[in-house]
């Protein structure tokens, strides 16, 4: 449902804020690293069935291929950009933050 996507968005990009080592981790009971908003919004096993099942791009068609590491998600990105852009007014003073980490993933942009 419209509502369920919104939740499974929403629990990304939290996830952006709140570090944890693992993504099981987000609705862990243990003490140290319980987060409840996580477990509230969302079962742990759905919240990867959607990530596991979630296409933005058809991939049979043929006519939109191209070389771009985040093609499969660009339509998605555009389209929060420009709705981020649309509600963001910054200020006289505006600080940002880059939080660069070690990141030992498989994309071919990595930033240290």
């Not at 693992?22 to 959607?50: E, N, V």
């Amino acid at each position: 449902t419209k509502d369920e996507f919104e939740f499974f968005l929403s629990l990304s990009i939290l996830m952006g804020h709140v570090r944890k080592g693992d993504l099981k981790d987000y609705w862990s009971t243990d003490p140290l690293l319980h987060t409840p908003i996580f477990r509230q919004t969302m079962t742990r096993d759905r919240y990867l069935q959607l990530l596991r099942n979630l296409h933005f791009q058809n991939n049979e068609d043929d006519s939109e291929i191209v070389n771009h590491p985040l093609q499969k998600i660009k339509p998605v990105i555009d389209h929060l950009q420009s709705k981020f852009l649309a509600v963001l007014i910054p200020g006289k003073n505006l600080c940002i933050d880059e939080n660069l980490l070690l990141w030992k993933g498989r994309l071919r942009f990595k930033q240290y």
